[in-house]
């Protein structure tokens, strides 16, 4: 973890530690351990089921978001192409009321589905998410835990 930066305050440090704050894992400099208290609790895993964690979570939307109007680039593209929404529905395995959902954009479609209907339509959902972490916190990088919770000493 040499060069790594503490996910609460951006700081990087080569003593960084991983712990467990109510269910959440995050690696911590000395600094923010100390604040933290009895909050955080220092987890000691191996390092092949840290991996593994790691990768099941990019699984998601990580990096990418659905375009705005993802429901009506679905109805377009699949009238351009003449099929109901049953025959969609069919294509995609999925049931007829979750294509008229996505349609209406009243559901967003998880990762796996989004990226089918963008090869079965040949049409765009997912586009690039947009950096914020300049603009939200005044400072370059990325935006860290700490940056958005306020820990308040006393308080167990």
């Given at each position: ?63 990418f978001d ?25 294509r ?20 796996q ?44």
């Amino acid at each position: 973890m040499p060069g790594s930066s503490c996910e609460v305050c951006g700081r990087s440090s080569s003593a960084l530690q991983r712990v467990s704050i109510e269910g959440s894992l995050l690696l911590v400099c000395p600094s923010c351990l100390s604040r933290l208290g009895s909050r955080a609790v220092i987890v000691r895993e191996e390092k092949k089921a840290v991996e593994r964690r790691v990768v099941k979570a990019k699984g998601g939307l990580e990096g990418f978001d659905l375009a705005a109007d993802f429901g009506e680039r679905v109805r377009r593209a699949r009238e351009a192409r003449g099929w109901s929404e049953a025959a969609l529905a069919q294509r995609l395995r999925v049931g007829v009321d979750v294509i008229r959902r996505i349609e209406s954009g009243k559901f967003k479609p998880p990762l796996q589905l989004a990226r089918s209907i963008e090869r079965v339509l040949k049409v765009k959902l997912l586009v690039p998410t947009e950096e914020e972490g300049l603009e939200a916190t005044g400072r370059p990088g990325p935006v860290t835990f700490g940056d958005v919770v306020v820990v308040r000493r006393g308080e167990e």
